[in-house]
């Protein structure tokens, strides 16, 4: 369901980093997730994907990564 993947993937995006063990982060965005032809489920908009990246690198930061 899309709402799920709007709550979970943000959370093991930011948890991966928090463990500073993490190499990269791939994510899918599309505009209008609902209407993508395929794993529009698990895609964050581009809005939502700016915050993410805003929030993991704030984490990143602190356990010495760079993104």
Known sequence: RL???LLAWPTLAK???ASG?????M???HPEPAK???D???SLTPKN???LMTQVRA?????GLRM
Do not use: N, T, W
């Open 36 to 38: 993508a032809l395929s």
């Open 49 to 51: 994907f700016a915050k």
């Open 59 to 63: 984490i990143a930061d602190v356990v």
């Open 15 to 17: 948890a991966a980093v």
């Open 3 to 5: 709402v799920d993947a």
């Open 40 to 42: 529009g489920p698990q």
């Open 21 to 25: 063990v993490c190499d990269g982060l």
């Open 27 to 29: 994510i899918e965005v």
